[in-house]
């Protein structure tokens, strides 16, 4: 997480998004941009949570689908669905999110190691919990969301969708 330290040591800059009723952040410095659903078009023989392919200023962009990502009921899409555009290491990736809440500021001593217990979200890309005043904000590292063979298939993916 120390990626995520800004001009002060002690302060994160995060943007937060909602994935069914829970609460997320990632590292602002991660994030390229944050668009509203445009058409995605599908990729045969894709992983199942890859939702498909955006063309983005003529760069091919996979999309994922953090509710299928994290094993959650799919639902429809609407005004406030959002691709949150993020850097990783050697690719660009959208991941599609149900709304994009704020960008957040957060002490590195509100927050605490990722608990220990069974969810859906694996523990692996979860950095730690911030603990707010009137809510908890879940840490995600996106580096560690796919595991290096999934990043290998979304490299297929885009040359798929650009053929």
């Known amino acids: 997480m120390t990626d995520t330290v800004h001009s002060d040591e002690t302060i994160y800059q995060l943007v937060s998004f909602v994935v069914e009723n829970e609460e ?4 602002i410095l991660k994030v ?4 509203r659903t445009v058409n995605i078009t599908r990729v045969p023989k894709s992983p199942e949570f890859v939702e498909g392919v955006i063309n ?4 091919i962009v996979p999309v994922i689908d953090l509710r299928k ?5 799919k639902r429809d899409r609407d005004n406030e669905t959002r691709i949150v555009v993020v850097e990783l290491p050697d690719k660009v990736v959208g991941f599609l999110v149900d709304r994009v809440k704020e960008v957040i500021r957060v002490e590195r001593s ?6 220990e217990l069974t969810t859906s ?12 005043h009137d809510r908890l ?14 990043q290998e298939r979304l490299s297929e993916v885009e040359v798929a969708g650009s053929l």
């Not at 390229?32 to 668009?35: A, G, S, W």
């Not at 979200?121 to 603990?131: C, D, F, L, P, R």
């Open 110 to 115: 509100i927050i605490e190691p990722p608990p």
């Open 69 to 73: 990502r994290f094993g959650i009921n």
């Open 121 to 132: 979200i694996s523990s692996n890309y979860i950095t730690g919990v911030a603990k707010l």
């Open 32 to 35: 390229q941009e944050i668009i």
């Open 137 to 150: 904000l879940i840490l995600l590292d996106l580096d560690k969301v796919l595991s290096s063979n999934e």
């Open 56 to 59: 983005l200023r003529g760069k």
């Open 24 to 27: 997320f952040g990632v590292d």
